[in-house]
């Protein structure tokens, strides 16, 4: 029998929990005294619901009193599939997403290509059905306005001090992306992906590379998290994984857990994230992608994560399971196609928890679902 | 049960007013035609040049006796005719063109089946119609069913059908209220601040 | 799979024809509509609209036919409807973008339609449906051979969208023994909104189609299903 998490962690217990579908990822993070914050959204095919949401229900946490923090690293597709239920059912929790989402140019692009004109896709349809709920609670809340935290380089989005702790044990979540420059490219994208007046009506396909990611390091009760989203090294000094390495007024410290990058990609990769961010072996957690001929990790990003940390983990392996349809379909389908693949395949859960007051370096790792060790991957 | 025969009259559908169910079953195109063909032959002489001839014809040939025209209320009794051209669909997916090669296109699909995962697939051209092979680039909209279509000859034969949907073009006029929608939903969430 | 699904897909295979239509009620140019003018907008194929069978047009009514499609219009009712599954959303999006253009119509209802002919395996089982639905007892005090010609049950629609569901039954013309089930699901405007009754239908149109396609959907499943008890 497959196994599955249902247990909660103990109020002293740092969590942070990585599922991933083969297309999308979340991450939940405890950060003690039954505290949560999740970091994107991606749907669990087999129950069609969101796997922050079902994991918090199901270990018994009401997540209307109990998530702090919603993070929405960028708006593409992979990464926000169901946020916009988890942000209507977390009623306490803060927002946070990139500063350039709160401009002009990406509400227009949202009211133009949402639901209205039946040109939606989920990453537009999600920040839609977000938009709408932070309006109707601006409409029914006293103080007028509903302020996100807005991400940007190096900016605190949450702090708590823990109970009876000291100063060094606070809480923190902060930025470390989109830098400035990476902000304007990220307005000058948006404009280009408004429609035109007389162009015919299509899903807005966002461009490579993203220059929204929100890249999120948290200390948590002394443990330092290090989650990369999808920010790509883009060879430019001011935007990308070069910015942040260089930057003056991130905060200090080393990560002790990495949530690598953009699925361990080599566009993703910069050497000193390995030297300065994070300790030498970190914990590395990554989940898998797969569009049309592009698989990521690849077997040459594998050997270069492990040559850095054998502790490894990836949400899910992706194994080319099909459902096979009646038999007068799949022969149609046979001549009408060169290749046919489920987008989800497996679905897997990492969880990583710490022995509370210990040595916060010493984390334990469980893997449920279809997740495995990084070195078991099939790659290509 | 009895056997069926649905009864349908132009003028009563008309002066209903109230349903909006029954349509394409109600009245077969013949029919109606047919119908505005006897209301032209009683002096509604709202004719385009199409039933010209047919007036024309009716008028040479003199006046109507009782015979060859009944007499108002009209009652049209509808008969099934097995000539219907049906196409039932055993699997259908809504897809969106993710990039386009040389001589196929990959694809994003979303079982409308909902029975499994969402699938990507590499298409080949040779599936596209001629008159929606420029319709196929980035971001573009499809229907695909696989089924078996009927004929009015009876004939069956399975099928595999790729339609990409058709919407009129962006007006300035839908942009610009995207635009205002946008302005104030941030002015209501206080961000113009 | 899982187990519900595969059991709805085994029931469906009963259905031997199914069409939709949508049906708007309010004050049409039926000249308008005619295949020249759907291609003009880009909302059918140049060729389509030439290999059209046009039936009539005339500032009365316009009834034409594509290969998939027919439309018929009169200056109080519009439909368009088909009977291939192929193209019952490319019907939903033609409606959807006539009347994007034509958003000034006035419209003060709308209907969208469903309806199936679907087998019953054998005709004692035929006509036991009939008796559950309309017991004879009565009727044979009045008539000789009393027989279920056709039943109508209607009902308000859940939702927040005022409207009605009207399910009918009867034996089909097409398939035997069969049953017909059309489905019209009802929308209907509050006079104050008349000005902008053709938005709000189209508005509707394409936010709640899945919707009704899914209930009209259970409907007919649970009338097959019905059907062999």
């Known amino acids: 029998m497959e196994r599955i998490a249902d247990s909660r962690p103990d109020g002293n217990q740092i969590e942070v929990s990585v599922f991933g579908p083969g297309y999308g990822e979340s991450i939940v993070i405890h950060a003690g005294n039954g505290e949560w914050i999740i970091v994107d959204s991606c749907i669990n095919p087999l129950s069609g619901k969101p796997a922050a949401l079902e994991y918090l229900e199901r270990i018994g946490v009401d997540p209307a009193s109990s998530v702090r923090l919603i993070v929405a690293t960028h708006w593409h597709d992979d990464h926000i599939r169901g946020l916009s239920k988890i942000f209507r059912a977390c009623k306490r929790s803060d927002f946070s997403c990139s500063v350039a989402l709160q401009s002009r140019q990406f509400l227009a692009l949202v009211e133009a290509c949402g639901t209205r004109h039946m040109m939606s896709s989920s990453g537009v349809d999600e920040f839609y059905e977000i938009l ?29 001090s823990q109970p009876g702790a000291n100063a060094d044990l606070m809480n923190q979540v902060h930025a470390l992306s989109p830098s400035d420059a990476a902000m304007r490219r990220s307005l000058e994208e948006l404009a280009s992906l408004f429609p035109l007046g007389r162009s015919p009506k299509r899903r807005v396909m966002p461009r490579s590379p993203n220059h929204f990611a929100v890249v999120i ?164 | 049960m009895l056997r069926s025969q649905s009864l349908s009259t132009f003028r009563s559908v008309q002066e209903a007013g109230s349903e909006s169910g029954e349509a394409g079953f109600v009245m077969d195109p013949d029919d109606v035609a047919g119908a505005v063909r ?156 | ?60 009514v316009s009834v034409f036919k594509l290969e998939w499609l027919t439309i018929q219009v009169t200056r109080e009712r519009y439909s368009a409807s088909t009977t291939q599954a192929a193209f019952f959303e490319a019907v939903r999006d033609l409606v959807v973008g006539t009347f994007s253009i034509l958003r000034h119509t006035p419209a003060r209802a709308m209907g969208i339609n469903r309806d199936a002919h679907f087998r019953v395996s054998t005709v004692e089982r035929w006509n036991a ?70 938005e709000i239908l189209i508005s509707i149109l394409r936010d709640c189609w899945d919707e009704s396609m899914h209930r009209s959907r259970e409907i007919i499943l649970k009338t097959i299903e019905e059907s062999r008890r």
């Open chain 3, 129 to 198: 449906l009939g008796d559950r639905w309309a017991p004879k007892e009565f009727w044979k005090q009045v008539l000789e051979k009393p027989g279920l010609l056709t039943l109508i049950i209607d009902s308000p629609r859940p939702g927040k969208h005022p409207g009605r569901m009207r399910v009918q039954v009867e034996p089909s013309g097409k398939v035997e023994p069969g049953v017909f089930c059309a489905i019209n699901d009802h929308y209907s405007i509050e006079k104050d909104q008349s000005a902008s009754g053709c």
């Open chain 3, 1 to 60: 799979m899982n187990e519900s699904t595969s059991a709805q897909e085994l029931l469906w295979q009963a259905v031997g024809i199914e069409g939709i239509s949508i049906v708007l009620l309010g004050d049409f140019n039926p000249k308008i509509i005619q295949p020249s003018w759907l291609a003009c907008q880009g909302l059918i194929a140049k060729g389509e609209a030439e290999a059209a069978d046009v039936k009539i047009i005339t500032p009365d």
């Open chain 2, 38 to 193: 006897l209301q032209l032959e009683n002096g509604d002489s709202s004719a385009t040049p199409l039933l010209e001839t047919q007036l024309s014809t009716a008028k040479q040939k003199g006046p109507a006796t009782s015979e060859e025209l009944p007499e108002p209320p009209i009652v049209w009794l509808r008969t099934p005719k097995p000539t219907l051209d049906f196409l039932l669909a055993l699997q259908k997916w809504e897809g969106t063109v993710l990039s386009k090669g040389r001589d196929s296109f990959q694809a994003r699909l979303i079982d409308r089946n909902r029975v499994g995962p969402d699938e990507e697939a590499e298409i080949l051209l040779d599936e596209v119609s001629e008159d929606d092979l420029p319709l196929v680039t980035p971001g573009a909209v499809f229907y695909w069913s696989i089924g078996y279509h009927t004929g009015t000859n009876r004939q069956k034969r399975r099928v595999s059908i790729i339609r990409f949907r058709r919407l009129p073009a962006w007006t300035e006029k839908e942009l610009q209220q995207a635009n205002e929608q946008a302005e104030r939903l941030r002015d209501l969430l206080g961000w113009n601040e």
């Open chain 1, 132 to 160: 709408s709920a932070m309006a109707h609670r601006a409409r029914e809340a006293s103080s007028p306005g509903i302020h996100p935290r807005w991400a940007i380089a190096d900016r605190p989005l949450w702090r708590k």
């Open chain 1, 217 to 380: 390091w948290a200390n948590i009760r002394g443990t330092i998290l290090l989650l990369g989203s999808d920010l790509e090294e883009t060879n430019d000094p001011d935007t990308g994984w070069a910015k942040i390495v260089v930057s003056g007024t991130r905060p200090a410290g080393r990560a002790c857990l990495f949530k690598v990058p953009h699925h361990g990609s080599r566009n993703a990769d910069h050497p000193a994230v390995w030297s300065d961010l994070v300790d030498s072996r970190p914990l590395c957690v990554l989940t898998p992608f797969w569009m049309g001929s592009a698989q990521l990790p690849r077997r040459s990003d594998i050997e270069r994560i492990m040559q850095h940390t054998d502790n490894a983990y990836i949400s899910a392996d992706l194994k080319a399971k099909r459902l096979k349809r009646r038999k007068p379909v799949e022969e149609m389908l046979k001549g009408a196609v060169r290749s046919i693949r489920p987008l989800h395949s497996s679905f897997g859960h990492v969880r990583v928890r710490s022995s509370g007051q210990m040595d916060p370096k010493e984390l334990a790792v469980d893997l449920f679902g279809d997740a495995i060790p990084l070195n078991a991957f099939h790659a290509m």
